[in-house]
């Protein structure tokens, strides 16, 4: 996308630090930081040490006690034996609030998993593919209270919906009913609740999926040199096609996928050009899912395979009405969710599809 700043083109250095100040601030209100307690940052080695600087330094000027953990790349999928390292494991037990700029989600290990993380007790705020200068200077500065406004609206339609339905430019046509929706909204203030951030979308478990899914772009494959096309029956993928990617995936999971959980992302400010695929996802209008092996297709433990799968500008139908058109998330024009964004600024600019206005 367009750069918001120097900071997307120059060579990183302490002067950032004022840009990424308003993200970081909003990160500590996410997770409801309260004086005296313990925050682990959790970092991969090559994340910029000014972002980590800037949440660090937001944690300790809230009173947070901070801690650095610098870790190395973790394997896609659940499927690392040794993935994290028990040290990691410790320390995570020891915080109150876990801070992760790491790739391949911690809630893709197996001790980590999203299924393990309330048995430890800290609250976790994700930063997939996050962090960086680009994410913080857009998504990150998103106010909180816009976001949750919208959660709460787009839930008011979805819950106890029959049926959502997702169709794509490309040629994806699924459905999804029998769904369980994550309800939360708010700051992560309940022991053991984890969220990504910048505030993402709104998440849910189908029970049944059936159709056909032409992937974008998927964590095991990339964007797919040619089109990749998932078949589901009965919340399970039936039927691979499409070109050399096929065989990754058949390799990620030689037992085959079910469909663990589907997300729409929330967040206007979000950036879609030119960003990953952990930071597209959380854009407004944006849709995902996540497949798992069926080797472990309970959902009450840690799952293996896990592959999540990106659609950029899709239109989503609940019950037969709009929710999403090509891309555009119909609830940022609801009168509520305007009323919140007059709050903060001209909520033309605030709710307008380009990071770059504001």
């Not at 040794?82 to 700029?101: E, G, H, L, M, Y």
């Not at 039936?238 to 096929?246: H, M, N, Q, R, Y």
């Not at 944006?286 to 799968?309: K, Q, T």
Request: hydrophobic fraction near 40%; proline fraction near 8%; include cysteine.
């Amino acid at each position: 996308m367009e750069p918001r700043s120097y900071a997307e083109m120059n060579p990183p250095g302490p002067g950032v630090m004022p840009l990424l100040m308003p993200g970081a601030r909003n990160l500590m209100d996410y997770v409801a930081l309260s004086v005296g307690e313990s925050v682990l940052v959790l970092a991969e080695h090559a994340v910029h040490p000014e972002l980590v600087g800037a949440i660090s330094a937001a944690a300790a000027f809230r009173g947070g006690d901070v801690s650095i953990l610098h870790v190395d790349p973790w394997k896609p999928g659940g499927m690392g034996a040794v993935d994290p390292s028990p040290i990691v494991v410790a320390a995570w037990k020891a915080a109150d609030i876990v801070i992760s700029c790491a790739w391949w989600a911690e809630v893709h290990t197996g001790p980590l998993f999203f299924t393990e993380l309330r048995g430890l007790g800290a609250r976790l705020a994700a930063l997939h593919h996050t962090a960086t200068y680009g994410a913080f200077t857009t998504g990150a500065r998103f106010p909180p209270e816009i976001f949750y406004e919208i959660k709460q609206r787009v839930l008011d339609r979805v819950v106890g919906s029959s049926e959502i339905r997702v169709t794509t430019s490309f040629g994806t046509d699924i459905g999804f009913a029998q769904m369980r929706f994550d309800t939360d909204n708010g700051p992560l203030n309940q022991s053991g609740s984890w969220s990504p951030f910048p505030y993402g979308g709104l998440n849910w478990y189908p029970d049944e999926t059936s159709g056909r899914a032409v992937i974008e772009e998927c964590t095991v494959t990339g964007v797919p040199s040619e089109p990749l096309t998932l078949h589901f029956e009965s919340n399970r993928v039936v039927d691979l096609s499409g070109g050399i990617e096929v065989r990754d995936l058949e390799l990620f999971s030689p037992g085959g996928y079910y469909m663990r959980h589907a997300f729409i992302g929330l967040n206007p400010k979000v950036r879609v050009k030119g960003a990953p695929q952990f930071e597209r996802e959380k854009h407004a209008g944006a849709f995902y899912f996540g497949i798992d092996s069926l080797d472990a297709a309970d959902r009450v433990g840690p799952g293996r395979s896990h592959c999540d799968c990106q659609f950029d500008r899709p239109t989503i139908t609940v019950d037969g009405e709009l929710l999403v058109d090509r891309g555009r998330l119909l609830t940022l024009d609801h009168p509520s969710v305007k009323a919140a964004a007059a709050k903060h600024g001209d909520p033309d600019f605030l709710l307008s599809d380009s990071p770059v206005l504001w």
